[in-house]
Each structure stands twice: as C-alpha cells, then as structure tokens.
C-alpha cells in the first residue's frame, strides 16, 4: 500500500500504478508467531448456560476496547469520509452496501481517506477521543506510523470498551465470508463477518458453533465456516502450502484500497489476511513487509515478491510456485495469478523475504 511520506511527490507514478501497496520508511517490529466454508441449521439442543451480557465499559484514552462491526474502517480523520462513505461508518456496518455505492473513481480515491481496516473483535487502544470518534492503534498491525499499530479514526460506535468473554477456545472464520446468526430455532441471519474473524467459543453443537460477541451477546457460525482451535494456537498450522492455499481462496475477489477483508483486499492486505490464520503476525504495509522476514535468494511457495518504482516499494505479490505469482493488482480487478515474468511488474522485482520457517 503506498503511503503517505511518498505520496505529494509521487501523484503522478501512483496514478500510472495504480497500486495501493507501498509505504513509509519503516520501523515496524519483526514478525510474530500468535494465537491468533451455509445451509440449514438444526434446531438447538438444551444449551450451555451464559450469563447476560456485561454492563458496557466506558472508552478511556489509552485504554483496550474492541471493534464490535464486522469491519471497522480506519480513517485518516474524522473528516475524511465523504458521504458515499455513509454505510461504512454505521453500526452495524453495511459493508456490501458501502461497496456497491461506490463507483470506479471513488474506490480509486481510497488512498486519501482511509488506508487498512479492523476485524470484528480485534482489539484496538484508544489514543483520543472526540464526541463521536476514537483514534486508535491497531497492535496486530505492525505499522511504520505507530510502533503500537496501525493507526487511525473509527466512529466510537464501532467499538467497545468491554472486553471479550474468557474462552478456552477462539472460533476462527475460514470461509471467506459468513453470517452469525440468531441463538434459537430460528437461526435468523445477524450480521456477515469476515475471514480472519476470531470469536471466543461457548460450546459446540452438531452444525454449529455457539460464540460469544464482543458486546456480550450469544451467537451461532456454521461449523462448515469455522476452524475451532485452543486460544494460544492458530486456527490451521502454518506451512508453505497451507499459506499459499489460504491466498488462493481470495481468487476473483475484488481490489479494495486498504482492504484487509473477505469482501476486499489490496497487495499487502492479502498478504497479511493469508498469514492471520496461520498465526503469522506480517507488518500491514508493502514497505515494511519487504524490510522484515527472511531474506530470500531462491524462491519457494509462500514467499512475498516486492516491487519497487523509483526506489519506493509499490506492491507486494506472493510466489505459488511454477514460476507463478498471486497478488491483488489495482483498483477494478480481481485477486489472480499470473506469471511472475509478466510484464510491466518484471522490471520493477526488487527482492523477495519469507515469513515461513
């Protein structure tokens, strides 16, 4: 994702690009290892028993809470939404319906409004709080503008200041998108979650999971959408193919600047999701993913391939193997694989690093 040190001088080359994937001269941390696909569901069974959802805390500046959306964009202020944005910033979210307002320069025009995002139940710090809006740092983001996290403004009803039920166990989407619905026979559809959402586990049920939501609510997932895991290891174990799988399911979805989500991505955006699950924390941006990892000198299935214009690094793509790449190009086209030969990006190959043991 390029990024704003670069961005007056660059106008021009970014408009010719294209990409949203480059970024500032980093100091993001080293990569971490953490924790980190419906139809008719049966009626449900006499149920564990949960208490009722806690009081809800107060947001403090600098204090945890917990985005409580499916996805949470991060703006670069409070003003920078125009009003085609107006889905985006409701609670619930209407994420779908934000995508389809937009037209083709609209998406383009991303980069000067918003640049990443945050899952339902990712935890944020609050840095400032105004009358509607918090600015956060996101911590499972490592970004070169905040050694805390990614940073940015999100409506203050997007998030929640009490913390998430105690859980043995996370239930970790794996479908690229799917609906939590009602906890009763009727199994209504609630809101549409992402990929990469985790979500502390009551129990499990033939058909389905029991999981609770950040405000303290009791939904239900699909198991056929969910991997159920201990909450200290990852949903499915790391591995060169696994991760080079995991990138391949995003296959036909569409670019989104800043995307980090099962209902869009952009370069480093897709390269960061594809890692989530295998308990892989990578820096959110291009830049910093092309500074941290392993140096790479031969290239093997799950490496990140850089590209670099002018010095700056502009796109990140991840290497499949057989002299293939998959990567999220630009606004107005789909997750694919190409060749890794393939021009225009050939000339502009500046290294490759891995995250993968």
Not at 52 to 77: D, E, K, N
Not at 196 to 215: H, K
Not at 226 to 235: F, G, K, L, T
Request: contains cysteine; positive net charge; proline residues 9%.
């Amino acid at each position: 994702m390029n990024r704003h040190t670069a961005r007056a001088a660059l106008t021009a080359l970014l408009l010719t690009v294209a990409v949203a994937c480059g970024s500032a001269p980093s100091a993001a941390p080293s990569p971490t290892h953490t924790a980190a696909g419906s139809g008719t569901t049966p009626s449900a069974p006499a149920a564990t028993a949960v208490a009722p959802p806690a009081r809800q805390a107060a947001l403090t500046a600098g204090g945890s809470a917990w985005v409580s959306v499916s996805v949470a964009r991060l703006w670069q202020s409070p003003g920078s939404p125009w009003p085609v944005d107006a889905p985006a910033l409701a609670a619930p979210v209407r994420f779908r319906a934000w995508l389809g307002a937009m037209s083709l320069s609209q998406r383009r025009a991303l980069d000067l409004r918003s640049d990443t995002e945050a899952l339902l139940g990712d935890r944020v710090v609050v840095v400032r709080l105004r009358p509607h809006w918090a600015k956060v740092v996101v911590p499972s983001q490592p970004s070169q503008k905040d050694p805390r996290g990614y940073p940015g403004w999100v409506p203050r009803r997007q998030i929640t200041a009490t913390p998430p039920r105690a859980a043995a166990q996370l239930a970790t989407v794996t479908s690229r998108t799917a609906w939590v619905r009602t906890d009763d026979s009727a199994a209504r559809r609630v809101v549409e979650v992402s990929f990469g959402t985790n979500l502390p586990v009551v129990e499990q049920v033939p058909g389905y999971v029991r999981v609770t939501m950040p405000r303290g609510s009791v939904r239900r997932l699909p198991t056929a959408a969910v991997v159920v895991h201990d909450r200290n290891q990852p949903a499915i174990a790391p591995s060169r193919a696994g991760v080079v799988r995991t990138a391949k399911s995003f296959l036909g979805l569409q670019y989104l600047w800043g995307g980090l989500s099962g209902f869009g991505l952009d370069c480093s955006g897709l390269t960061w999701l594809s890692h989530r699950v295998h308990g892989i924390t990578t820096p959110r941006d291009a830049l910093p993913q092309s500074q941290h990892g392993r140096v790479v000198t031969t290239r093997q299935p799950g490496d990140l391939l850089f590209y670099a214009a002018h010095g700056l690094v502009h796109h990140v793509s991840m290497y499949v193997g057989d002299g293939l790449m998959i990567h999220a190009p630009r606004t107005g086209q789909p997750v694919q694989i190409v060749s890794f030969s393939a021009p225009p990006l050939r000339a502009e190959y500046s290294g490759a690093r891995s995250y993968l043991d």
